[in-house]
């Protein structure tokens, strides 16, 4: 089973930045498409962006358009989410998973512990 460890969250003040980065096990983590997903208080688990195995697809959330990246390497097992202009509606718990980059769902069904971005105003 593949297991996913989120790290990089923090707090930040609005217009600020992070690097998010989800470490995952298994050899077969190259082939699969990733993607972060985030879940606010009292709301659903939402897209976030997503990458396809090789990095050359990318898909994102209208919402984080032109502020977040996404990117992978492939060689450590990791995929990084960087996020740029936050804002305090950034605020939640942010999660990876294999996603599919047509739907922006999750496929896998395990998840990691999530890390916890608050961006303050």
């Known amino acids: 089973q593949v297991q996913l460890v989120e790290s990089g969250g923090g707090l930040v003040q609005a217009g600020g930045s992070l690097r998010l980065s989800c470490a995952a096990s298994?050899?077969?983590?190259?082939?699969?498409?990733m993607g972060w997903f985030r879940q606010a208080p009292g709301k659903e688990r939402e897209f976030v962006a997503a990458i396809s195995w090789n990095s050359g697809s990318t898909n994102y959330a209208e919402s984080t358009k032109g502020r977040f990246t996404i990117s992978r390497d492939n060689a450590k097992n990791t995929v990084y989410l960087q996020m740029n202009s936050l804002k305090p509606e950034d605020t939640a718990v942010y999660y990876c998973n294999r996603a599919n980059l047509a739907t922006m769902t999750p496929v896998g069904g395990y998840w990691g512990q999530g890390t916890q971005v608050t961006v303050s105003s």
């Open positions: 298994g050899r077969t983590f190259s082939v699969y498409a």
